[in-house]
């Protein structure tokens, strides 16, 4: 059982930014897929970003992307969520997500999850 536990989460002006990070208990996370989920109000569950350990790719959801970069960090088993130009509709619990895969990165079907962390964007 991977555990992964997220921080960074605040309450932000629009046009402000904050920087997610997600832990994970796994030793070695180079077997699989890292991503980044958000539940706002009143909507389901979407996937935000995320990167494959293995091969590096990465991916975006459309609304964020230009806004948002994930990054790893290799020696801490952490990946990261830097949201820059935050808007009122990026407000949402934001949840880390691992599952294990080689190569690509889902946008859906993950099995381990965090506990998330709320992120808040006055208008």
């Known amino acids: 059982q991977v555990q992964l536990v997220e921080f960074g989460g605040g309450l932000v002006q629009a046009g402000g930014s904050l920087r997610l990070s997600c832990v994970a208990s796994e030793r070695s996370l180079r077997n699989f897929a890292m991503g980044w989920f958000r539940r706002a109000p009143g909507k389901e569950r979407e996937f935000v970003a995320g990167i494959n350990w293995s091969s590096g790719r990465v991916r975006y959801d459309a609304s964020v992307e230009g806004r948002f970069t994930i990054s790893r960090d290799n020696a801490k088993n952490t990946v990261y969520l830097q949201m820059d130009s935050l808007k009122p509709e990026d407000t949402a619990v934001y949840y880390c997500?691992?599952?294990?895969?080689?190569?690509?990165?889902?946008?859906?079907?993950?099995?381990?999850w965090g506990s998330g962390t709320q992120v808040t964007v006055s208008s």
């Open positions: 997500a691992a599952n294990r895969n080689y190569n690509i990165v889902p946008t859906g079907g993950y099995e381990y």
